[in-house]
Antibody, heavy 121, light 107 residues
Framework: EVQLVQSGAEVKKPGESLKISCKGSGYSFTSYWIGWVRQMPGKGLEWMGIIYPGDSDTRYSPSFQGQVTISADKSISTAYLQWSSLKASDTAMYYC??????????????WGQGTLVTVSS | SYELTQPLSVSVALGQTARITCGGNNIGSKNVHWYQQKPGQAPVLVIYRDSNRPSGIPERFSGSNSGNTATLTISRAQAGDEADYYCQVWDSSTFYVFGTGTKVTVL
């Protein structure tokens, strides 16, 4: 069974750093891209970026380029999303999801449970 | 950049049919995928490549795509279908594009 298990909720102050994780299991972690999606309170889904754990090739949405860093450690089947200096506007739920790409198109077929990040002074 | 437009909300009577549209320029030439997000939960894929259902998704969910509009149809709507629904396409320049989302209410 494919599973993506994310780290727990975080409460941080503006200016602090943070790294959240997403651990995959039940499939070959190095064979599928993993993406990150932001959902601000009461808002829609926003694609942030995507990483191929096999070689750490990473692509970012222009909206998030330079604002976050996506990485992966294939030895422990885990992808990460990190901030060096959080802002209040980073308060949101963050989801990781497995990217599937074939003749059916490109989409997220499995999702993590989400990590709530709250940034407040 | 490519944009997808959905109605803010759709209401449907219990047992009737709900149709959720997703508008985009020549969207019929793209593969459209749909996600269901219930309150407090992660999104779930309900339709991929316009009209295909993943394992475990009821046959009541169907999709179509032509011209400038893709449509997700929910037949015999149940209270458990109340959720936000998002369409999504892959664009070669902007990668993942999500629709604006539609809240479905079952009356």
């Amino acid at each position: 069974e494919v599973q993506l298990v994310q780290s727990g909720a975080e409460v941080k102050k503006p200016g602090e750093s943070l790294k959240i994780s997403c651990k995959g299991s039940g499939y070959s972690f190095t064979s599928y891209w993993i993406g990150w999606v932001r959902q601000m309170p009461g808002k829609g889904l926003e694609w942030m970026g995507i990483i191929y754990p096999g070689d750490s090739d990473t692509r970012y949405s222009p909206s998030f380029q330079g604002q976050v860093t996506i990485s992966a450690d294939k030895s422990i089947s885990t992808a990460y999303l990190q901030w060096s200096s959080l802002k209040a506007s980073d308060t949101a739920m963050y989801y990781c999801a497995r990217h599937r790409e074939d003749s059916s198109g490109s989409f997220f077929d499995y999702w993590g449970q989400g990590t709530l990040v709250t940034v407040s002074s | 950049s490519y944009e997808l437009t959905q109605p803010l909300s759709v209401s449907v009577a219990l047992g009737q049919t709900a149709r959720i549209t997703c508008g985009g320029n020549n969207i019929g030439s793209k593969n459209v995928h749909w996600y269901q997000q219930k309150p407090g939960q992660a999104p779930v894929l309900v339709i991929y490549r316009d009209s295909n259902r993943p394992s475990g998704i009821p046959e009541r969910f169907s999709g179509s795509n032509s011209g400038n509009t893709a449509t997700l149809t929910i037949s015999r709507a149940q209270a458990g279908d109340e959720a936000d629904y998002y369409c999504q396409v892959w664009d070669s320049s902007t990668f993942y594009v999500f629709g604006t989302g539609t809240k479905v209410t079952v009356l």
